[in-house]
Nanobody
Framework: QVQLVESGGGLVQAGGSLRLSCAAS????????RAWYRQAPGKEREFVAA????????DYEDSVKGRFTISRDNAKNSVYLQMNSLTREDTAVYYC????????????????WGRGTQVTVSS
């Protein structure tokens, strides 16, 4: 059974940092593109960041550029999201996704999804 499990969420003050992790199991994920998404209460799920299977290509949603960094460790089947300079607008449930096609990640139609981890930023 293929699983993506997010961790690292929590409560942090504005201006602080968190590092999210997404561990994959059930099949090798080294050849899959990976992405992070978030969904705030009352809003649609939105794309946050993506990384190619090799790690050579990354992309970010405009509001997180310069603050968030996506990375991956294929030996550990894991992807990470380092989040710095957090603001209240970053409060959301963060999900990781995976798919063979990076274009699919932008369409939020991943073949594999995690269940999410809550990030709450207080003022």
């Amino acid at each position: 059974q293929v699983q993506l499990v997010e961790s690292g969420g929590g409560l942090v003050q504005a201006g602080g940092s968190l590092r999210l992790s997404c561990a994959a199991s059930g099949r090798p994920f080294s050849n899959l593109c990976r992405a992070w998404y978030r969904q705030a209460p009352g809003k649609e799920r939105e794309f946050v960041a993506a990384i190619s299977w090799s790690g050579g290509v990354t992309d970010y949603e405009d509001s997180v550029k310069g603050r968030f960094t996506i990375s991956r460790d294929n030996a550990k089947n894991s992807v990470y999201l380092q989040m710095n300079s957090l603001t209240r607008e970053d409060t959301a449930v963060y999900y990781c996704g995976a798919d063979e096609n990076m274009a699919v990640l932008y369409a939020k139609q991943c073949a594999y999804w995690g269940r999410g981890t809550q990030v709450t930023v207080s003022s």
